[in-house]
C-alpha cells in the first residue's frame, strides 16, 4: 500500500479517531528515564520527542502536562514522551557518523522526530470503529529487546519492522532486520505497541508485562484481548525515517557486501530495535479524541504549526560529541558484527 493512496481514503471514508501527526525532535541525548532512571549517562544514545517536562528520572507521579511549557508535537495536548534508539553508520574506516532523520508525508520542515499514531484499528481499516480505553496518567511501556541479535529473538515483538523506501510514498514490504541494499529514501523503523492492557497495572518491571498481544489472530484483524488484558487500548505506532540518502554509495558499504547501518546500543542486524513510551496527555484529550470522528486535524485538539513545534527543545544532559565522525558509537558499545 502507498501512503497516498491510505491518505486519500482516509479522507473519503467515515474515520473515526485515527490520528497521525509529527513531533520534531526534543534532544538526542544518553538518558533512558524508563529503563535507567537516574542514569546520565544511559548504556546506549535515545532520539526524544514530546514534552519539554522531560529529566533523567521521570517519576510517575510526576505532572507531564502541568509542568511541560512546550511540547514538539503538533497537538498541543499531547506532552508525553515518546523514544527510540539512534541509528548510525559506519564507514570502511571503522568510523562512525549520526543519520539524521528527514520529515514524513505531509509535515515538511519538522525537525527530525518522528510520526506517532493512535489507532482503535488496523492502520489499513477506514472505519476504525472499535472502543479503546486511552491510558492513564503515570502510565508507560516499552516494546522490543535492546539485547535481541537473531530473527527468533526479534519475533517475539511481532510488529517492530523495517521500510526499505524506494520514495517517500512506499509502505511495504516490511522487514525485520535492517535492510541489507540501499534504500533511495531511506530506511523507515516502525513500532507498533502491544494493544491489550491489563486494566491494573499503569508499568510493570520489565514495562511490558501488563500489556499483550490479542488473544489470537493480531490487532489488525480485530482479534480479541485475552482474559489476562481484557482493555483494548489504542495502538500506539512510531515511524521514524533515517534518512540514509548521503550513506548510499556502495563503495563506502563493507566490502563483504553487509548493510553498514548500526544503532546506538551496538545492534547491526536491526533486531533490537525498541521504542519507549510515557504517556503525558492533558485531562481527558486522548479518550475524547478516540471517542470523536477524526483524522489528523481534529476537532477536540490544538494543532500548532510545526515551525512552532521546532522551537521547543531542551538542553543534553550527557554533554558529549554525537555529530562529528567519530571513532565509537558514544558509550562505546559492544558491536554485533566482528569487523
Not at 564507514?91 to 514524513?104: L, M, Y
Not at 563506502?252 to 503525558?280: A, N
Amino acid at each position: 500500500m502507498q501512503l497516498g493512496s491510505f491518505a486519500a481514503l482516509a479522507l473519503a471514508a467515515p474515520v473515526n479517531a485515527l490520528i497521525r501527526f509529527s513531533c520534531s525532535q526534543l534532544v538526542v541525548d544518553r538518558i533512558d528515564p524508563l529503563v535507567n532512571p537516574g542514569m546520565a549517562p544511559s548504556p546506549h544514545l535515545h532520539q526524544i520527542i514530546g514534552g519539554n517536562s522531560l529529566n533523567v528520572t521521570m517519576d510517575p507521579a510526576k505532572d507531564m502536562p502541568g509542568e511541560s511549557t512546550c511540547t514538539t508535537c503538533q497537538f498541543t495536548e499531547d506532552t508525553s514522551n515518546y523514544w527510540t534508539a539512534v541509528l548510525f553508520f559506519r564507514a570502511r574506516n571503522g568510523t562512525f557518523k549520526r543519520v539524521p532523520i528527514r520529515p514524513n508525508v505531509g509535515f515538511d520542515g519538522a525537525d527530525g522526530g518522528m510520526t506517532v499514531y493512535y489507532m482503535q484499528n488496523g492502520l489499513a481499516d477506514y472505519q476504525q470503529r472499535s472502543k479503546v480505553t486511552a491510558f492513564k496518567p503515570g502510565f508507560r511501556m516499552l516494546i522490543g529487546d535492546v539485547m535481541a541479535r537473531t530473527e527468533d529473538q526479534a519475533n517475539k515483538y511481532k510488529q517492530v519492522t523495517y521500510t526499505c523506501l524506494q520514495d517517500m510514498s512506499t509502505r511495504f514490504p516490511e522487514t525485520k532486520n535492517l535492510p541489507n541494499k540501499p534504500c533511495p529514501a531511506g530506511i523507515m523503523a516502525n513500532i507498533r505497541f502491544p494493544t491489550c492492557w491489563d486494566g491494573k497495572n499503569l508499568d510493570t518491571a520489565d514495562h511490558m508485562s501488563h500489556m499483550s498481544y490479542p488473544a489470537n489472530g493480531t490487532f489488525d484483524s480485530q482479534g480479541p484481548c485475552p482474559a489476562t488484558h481484557p482493555v483494548p487500548v489504542p495502538q500506539l505506532m512510531y515511524e521514524t525515517i533515517w534518512d540514509t540518502r548521503q550513506f548510499n554509495d556502495p563503495k563506502d558499504w563493507p566490502e563483504d557486501g553487509s548493510q553498514p547501518f548500526v544503532w546506538s546500543m551496538g545492534d547491526h542486524t536491526g533486531y533490537g530495535s525498541h521504542g519507549d513510551y510515557l504517556f503525558g496527555w492533558k485531562g481527558d484529550a486522548l479518550q475524547r479524541t478516540m471517542d470523536t470522528p477524526c483524522y489528523v486535524t481534529c476537532p477536540t485538539l490544538t494543532t500548532q504549526s510545526i515551525a512552532n513545534q521546532n522551537k521547543c527543545k531542551i538542553d543534553r544532559t550527557v554533554e558529549e560529541d554525537i555529530d562529528s565522525w567519530l571513532p565509537a558509537i558514544p558509550g562505546n558499545p559492544t558491536i554485533s558484527k566482528k569487523y
